[in-house]
Nanobody, 118 residues
Framework: QVQLVESGGGMVESGGSLRLSCAAS????????MGWYRQVPGKGRELIAS???????????HYADSVKRRFTISRDDDKNTLFLQMNRLKPDDTGVYYCNRPNSFIGWGQGTQVTVSS
């Protein structure tokens, strides 16, 4: 069964850090571009970071302007796991974070809540 399970969220103060994980099962993540999405109340999910399949010389990481130079996406395909290192967090980063395959969506996981206090 194809499944995504996000974890690692929590409550932090502004300027803090968190590391999110996304465990994929039912498919081989190395074959796919993977991405992190953020959803805030009243809005749809926004793609904030993606990482291409291995082999790209630049690592194939792409970021939304709102998180560029603060967040780092990475992958461990041996473990079928995607990560998001979030540094210098701001209150605007508050939301539910999800992972998925931007080019071939599958069912959404439950997400992980991130709350940043000012």
């Amino acid at each position: 069964q194809v499944q995504l399970v996000e974890s690692g969220g929590g409550m932090v103060e502004s300027g803090g850090s968190l590391r999110l994980s996304c465990a994929a099962s039912g498919f081989t993540s190395v074959s796919y571009t993977m991405g992190w999405y953020r959803q805030v109340p009243g809005k749809g999910r926004e793609l904030i970071a993606s990482i291409d399949r291995p082999g790209r010389p630049d690592g194939g990481a792409h970021y939304a302007d709102s998180v560029k130079r603060r967040f780092t996406i990475s992958r461990d395909d041996d473990k079928n796991t995607l990560f998001l290192q979030m540094n210098r967090l701001k209150p605007d980063d508050t939301g539910v974070y999800y992972c998925n395959r931007p080019n071939s969506f599958i069912g959404w996981g439950q997400g992980t809540q991130v709350t940043v206090s000012s």
